[in-house]
């Protein structure tokens, strides 16, 4: 199978170490929704002792996932999980942190999606969920990587990538009051979405 996340290997730990230095959660459940191969919950579980759940509705992928994170001999409790974000096997106030990066534009029911991450979200908890590339990546990164990757290959007629003002349309469907959008540079259209319970 070929890795269509090559590219942005070097984005995944400056992302982590943003979801750590903002939020400060090191211990208890995460989740990561849609965790392709596993690389921002792989980077995360690295530079904390979270319990961590990687989550993708494709086993092929959810197969490589488990494989990149066994070569990496991480002495985190680690759980790989075949499921639909729209129906998460998890019971209410569940996950200390959850992550999701590009999976959202995806989603067969992107806002059943995010209703169910707020309902396993525990009191207490962040969810950081979206796209992007991290406010850590440098310039020059970040101008070699836009449209390349995934969100490069989203055909028309799909879905689509969400940012700015069709984000926030997008939340505020969802009926999630407890978020806000999150930039990666600021002056730039907003590509996350953070929730805290």
Same mark, same amino acid.
């Given at each position: 199978?070929?890795?269509?996340?090559?590219? &942005? &290997?070097?984005?995944?730990?400056?992302?982590?170490?943003?979801?750590?230095?903002?939020?400060?959660?090191?211990?208890?459940?995460?989740? @990561?929704?849609?965790?392709?191969?596993?690389?921002?919950?792989?980077? &995360?579980?690295?530079?904390?002792?979270?319990?961590?759940?990687?989550?993708?509705?494709?086993?092929?992928?959810?197969?490589?996932?488990?494989?990149?994170?066994?070569?990496?001999?991480?002495?985190?409790?680690?759980?790989?999980?075949?499921?639909?974000?729209?129906?998460?096997?998890?019971?209410?106030?569940?996950?200390?942190?959850?992550?999701?990066?590009?999976?959202?534009?995806?989603?067969? @029911?992107?806002?059943?999606?995010?209703?169910?991450?707020?309902?396993?979200?525990?009191?207490?908890?962040?969810?950081?969920?979206?796209?992007?590339?991290?406010?850590?990546?440098?310039?020059?990164?970040?101008?070699?990587?836009?449209?390349?990757?995934?969100?490069?290959?989203?055909?028309?007629?799909?879905?689509?990538?969400?940012?700015?003002?069709?984000?926030?349309?997008?939340?505020?469907?969802?009926?999630?009051?407890?978020?806000?959008?999150?930039?990666?540079?600021?002056?730039?259209?907003?590509?996350?979405?953070?929730?805290?319970?």
């Amino acid at each position: 199978m070929t890795n269509p996340f090559v590219h &942005l &290997l070097p984005v995944y730990p400056m992302i982590a170490k943003q979801i750590l230095d903002d939020y400060k959660i090191t211990d208890g459940k995460c989740l @990561d929704i849609g965790t392709g191969y596993g690389y921002l919950g792989l980077e &995360l579980a690295k530079i904390t002792n979270l319990e961590m759940y990687f989550v993708d509705i494709n086993p092929e992928v959810l197969d490589k996932a488990e494989k990149n994170v066994a070569e990496c001999r991480l002495d985190n409790i680690v759980h790989f999980l075949e499921a639909d974000v729209c129906s998460l096997p998890f019971e209410d106030n569940f996950a200390d942190l959850i992550i999701s990066r590009g999976s959202l534009w995806f989603w067969k @029911d992107q806002i059943k999606g995010m209703q169910e991450i707020n309902r396993v979200l525990k009191k207490g908890g962040v969810a950081f969920v979206g796209g992007g590339l991290g406010r850590y990546t440098p310039d020059s990164m970040r101008k070699r990587l836009q449209g390349m990757g995934r969100m490069a290959q989203i055909k028309k007629g799909e879905k689509g990538f969400m940012n700015g003002k069709k984000l926030q349309e997008f939340v505020d469907k969802t009926g999630i009051t407890n978020c806000q959008l999150i930039a990666d540079v600021k002056g730039q259209p907003a590509t996350w979405i953070e929730i805290r319970k």
